[in-house]
T-cell receptor, first 115, second 117 residues
Framework: ETGVTQTPRHLVMGMTNKKSLKCEQH?????MYWYKQSAKKPLELMFV???????ENNSVPSRFSPECPNSSHLFLHLHTLQPEDSALYLC??????????????FGPGTRLTVL | DQQVKQNSPSLSVQEGRISILNCDYT??????FLWYKKYPAEGPTFLIS?????DKNEDGRFTVFLNKSAKHLSLHIVPSQPGDSAVYFC????????????????FGRGTQLTVWP
């Protein structure tokens, strides 16, 4: 595997389900991100982790719970979601938040549908 | 309120001609700007960037121009090729003292570029 991978690519869940999105980066990076892209809206940053520590929570509802066990893996645990949470969820990574330059490498995304 | 705006949702250009994609921003603290390209079913891929200390950055067929006084940047693709057909996102970030961006990229909604033969 190369780059940033995300699983599953598609997910349909009911409002009472609990599911998790997984992201893995094979780039040796230390910063990882979750973004949400809703229909006709720009990408919205949700969470940022640097060296496994959360550095940013962009006022995300608690029904989204991130987990970063190591610099290569990032999870987004989902529970009691709402239909308006249906969106494309993108994971990204970058070398290190402390370094200059802002290039982030994105995974292909998980298309989430909440029924 | 959106801090990065791409007011043209779509652009259609003939192969070989120049494509110009525009982006405006409102936050005067932004000082690093990026363009990403996105094909269907793939994540965005980094294309080119520019720091606010420059007004132009060129990489092959891609050139980004920055007009800080107008809070405007543009991406020029010349010559355009059918493989350039994709959604192009403009992004901006404030750079902290020491050079870190803290990972805070603010994206526009994107412009769908179609290059026809």
């Amino acid at each position: 595997e190369t780059g940033v991978t995300q699983t599953p690519r598609h997910l349909v869940m009911g409002m009472t389900n609990k599911k998790s999105l997984k992201c893995e980066q094979h780039l040796g990076h230390n910063a990882m991100y979750w973004y949400k892209q809703s229909a006709k809206k720009p990408l919205e940053l949700m969470f940022v982790y640097n060296f496994k520590e959360q550095t940013e929570n962009n006022s995300v509802p608690s029904r989204f719970s991130p987990e970063c066990p190591n610099s290569s893996h990032l999870f987004l645990h989902l529970h009691t979601l709402q239909p308006e949470d249906s969106a494309l969820y993108l994971c990204a990574s970058s070398q290190d938040l402390r370094l200059a330059g802002a290039e982030q490498f994105f995974g292909p995304g998980t298309r989430l549908t909440v029924l | 309120d959106q801090q990065v705006k791409q007011n043209s949702p779509s652009l259609s250009v003939q192969e070989g001609r120049i494509s110009i994609l525009n982006c405006d921003y409102t936050n005067s603290m932004f000082d690093y700007f990026l363009w990403y390209k996105k094909y269907p079913a793939e994540g965005p891929t980094f294309l080119i960037s520019i720091s606010s200390i420059k007004d132009k950055n060129e990489d092959g067929r891609f050139t980004v121009f920055l007009n800080k006084s107008a809070k405007h940047l543009s991406l020029h693709i010349v010559p355009s090729q059918p493989g350039d057909s994709a959604v192009y996102f403009c992004a901006a970030t404030p750079v902290q003292r020491g050079g870190s961006t803290l990972g805070r990229l603010y994206f526009g909604r994107g412009t769908q570029l179609t290059v026809w033969p």
